[in-house]
């Protein structure tokens, strides 16, 4: 009976001893309130805690992945998209983390939003496609410096996805047709300027020799002859034939 007189409280007090340890891994801290006051941090390792007394909240000091919904963005063109990122954090001051405010993942991810949509919004579309890495800079600037008074370090963002209403999709589709076009356009056009400029060079240059012209008509003829003709209608240059006359006239 004296045994069993002994035996609630030592299973009281082994139960009470064993909720007092605690284990934390590396990358783990404890915050520490004794009576409802922050008395300091420990881990990683074994404690001890005060039963009743003390209370401790876990904090996680690894990098951390967050999925930043997607968010309807206007942009500064007046252009509609939806626009997705993710950001990556780490707890630096797991106290701030925990006293300064009261969820700090939700408050960082709801911060996220609202800096990805003031960003997005004061660039044109094109600037969304084609300059990502200077906005992915700007947004994780703007948040470090706002979650820096919670202990949180912004370590990236990147944006994910920009995505276009189907109109938008076809208008840029046009548009991309239009400039290829042009361009095409611009091309041919050089080039035709080009050929004039050679040929008109070409053509003075045939001038100053007559026979040079001469001799490019007789290859033009070698050459029309080599086809499969029966009758070749060809003009005969006057000054090729004179020489021919004047001998006619002198005989």
Known sequence: M??????????????????????????????????GRFTGIKGPGIFLLIPLAQKMVKVDLRVQVLDVPSQDVISRDNVSVKVNAVMYFRVMDPERAIIQVEDYQMATSQLAQTTLRSVLGQHDLDQMLAERDKLNDAIR?????????????????????????ESMVRAIARQAEAERSRRAKVIH???????????AEAAEILGRQPQ??????????????????????FPLPLDLVEPLLRRHAAG
């Open 2 to 35: 004296l045994f069993a007189g002994y035996l609630v409280p030592l299973i009281i007090l082994a139960v009470l001893l064993v909720s007092a340890v605690r284990i934390l891994r590396e990358y783990e801290r404890a915050v520490v309130f004794t009576l």
């Open 141 to 165: 600037t703007i948040l470090d410096a706002q979650t820096d008074a919670w202990g949180i370090k912004v370590a990236n963002v990147e944006i994910k996805r920009v995505d276009l209403d």
């Open 189 to 199: 056009a050089e080039g035709e300027m080009q050929a004039a400029e050679k040929l």
């Open 212 to 233: 040079a012209l001469q001799l490019r008509y007789l290859e033009t003829l070698t050459a029309i002859a080599g086809d499969k003709t029966t009758t070749i209608v």
